[in-house]
């Protein structure tokens, strides 16, 4: 669940860990606020390869090893990111239900951390999906009161799930104040004219 800039912001450290092979992104969620509706707590996300080898239970280990670290820039190639979700859905169309593990995300949860591990291309496609949400999150009918609006699911980058049936949807959510939040293609509330005004 995010708004705008945050589904955005996902969006972008999606098609980063995309990238390459050895990238491994870190966004602390903890602190997130808790959702009255879904049970559970807030956790942190990793997203990374499954090649590099990094196990979800080495999490702690690794989080006491993290220094402070240095900001840096990074930018993303949206038409690599889209080519490459491209190819991802392009292979989930034609065998969607023989898809290798290789072409799915694969999450596990350890440490108050959920890891999806998967590959260039379930990312990249992930990564369109988080851009399309942030895109049409804001046009749904509900978003202008505050509610939460249902936009896209990872769920089919998923494996098929064996017994408990695992979802991964995407929400949208517009920032507070919501008297300020208008819809695209709705036009803005006139102004009052002011006493100066002719």
């Given at each position: 669940m995010g708004e705008h800039d945050g589904l955005a912001r996902l969006a972008a450290l999606f098609s980063f860990a995309a990238f390459s092979r050895h990238t491994i992104v870190y966004v602390p969620l903890r602190r997130s606020i808790p959702r009255a509706y879904a049970p559970g707590v807030p956790v942190d996300l990793v997203l990374a390869h499954r090649s590099p080898g990094l196990r979800a239970s080495a999490r702690p280990e690794l989080r006491r090893r993290l220094g402070e670290g240095t900001p840096l820039t990074v930018r993303t190639n949206e038409e690599r990111t889209a080519a490459h979700a491209a190819a991802w859905e392009a292979r989930w169309e034609q065998r969607w239900d023989r898809l290798d593990a290789r072409d799915r995300i694969r999450p596990a949860v350890h440490a108050g951390t959920l890891f999806l591990l998967g590959a260039r291309d379930t990312f990249a496609?992930?990564?369109?999906?988080?851009?399309?949400?942030?895109g049409f999150g804001p046009r749904g009918k509900r978003a202008a009161e505050g509610q939460d609006v249902l936009v896209a699911s990872l769920t089919p980058h998923l494996p098929p799930s064996r017994g408990r049936h695992v979802e991964l949807d995407i929400g949208f959510q517009a920032y507070p104040p919501y008297t300020h939040f208008r819809r695209?293609?709705?036009?803005?509330?006139?102004?009052?004219?002011?006493?100066?005004?002719?």
């Open positions: 496609s992930a990564a369109t999906q988080l851009e399309a949400a942030a695209p293609g709705r036009p803005a509330s006139r102004r009052c004219p002011t006493a100066a005004s002719p």
